[in-house]
């Protein structure tokens, strides 16, 4: 589940994958190769840090699969939808964890 959600961030940023090699010092190789469903291939802790560090707003969903506005814990698909929500207490599920 952790490995299909950094896929999920993958494929929502904008950022090219030279851009993040510089930015987690991970070869975008690797990087290519994670999103890449033929290659069936494990994440690595350092991959999961690396992302979070680049993204810290999604580390609670990256872990859970759930977000949590109120503290600034979103997800690629919650971003995006960018909807005024009301802030209810306890962690929601996203409808964009699959």
Do not use: C, H
């Given at each position: 589940?952790?490995k299909?959600?950094?896929i999920?961030?993958?494929?929502w940023?904008?950022?090219r994958?030279?851009?993040?090699?510089?930015?987690?010092?991970?070869s975008?190789?690797?990087w290519s190769?994670?999103?890449?469903?033929?290659k069936?291939r494990?994440?690595k802790e350092?991959e999961?840090?690396a992302?979070?560090?680049?993204?810290?707003?999604f580390r609670?969903?990256i872990l859970?699969?759930?977000?949590?506005?109120?503290?600034g814990?979103t997800?690629?698909?919650y971003?995006e939808e960018?909807?005024?929500r009301?802030?209810?207490?306890?962690a929601r599920a996203?409808?964009?964890?699959?």
């Amino acid at each position: 589940m952790i490995k299909e959600r950094v896929i999920t961030i993958l494929s929502w940023t904008d950022i090219r994958l030279p851009k993040l090699e510089e930015m987690t010092g991970i070869s975008r190789y690797t990087w290519s190769n994670l999103k890449n469903p033929s290659k069936n291939r494990e994440i690595k802790e350092e991959e999961i840090l690396a992302i979070a560090k680049v993204f810290p707003q999604f580390r609670w969903w990256i872990l859970t699969g759930e977000v949590m506005p109120e503290i600034g814990q979103t997800s690629p698909g919650y971003e995006e939808e960018g909807a005024d929500r009301s802030s209810s207490p306890g962690a929601r599920a996203d409808s964009s964890d699959s």
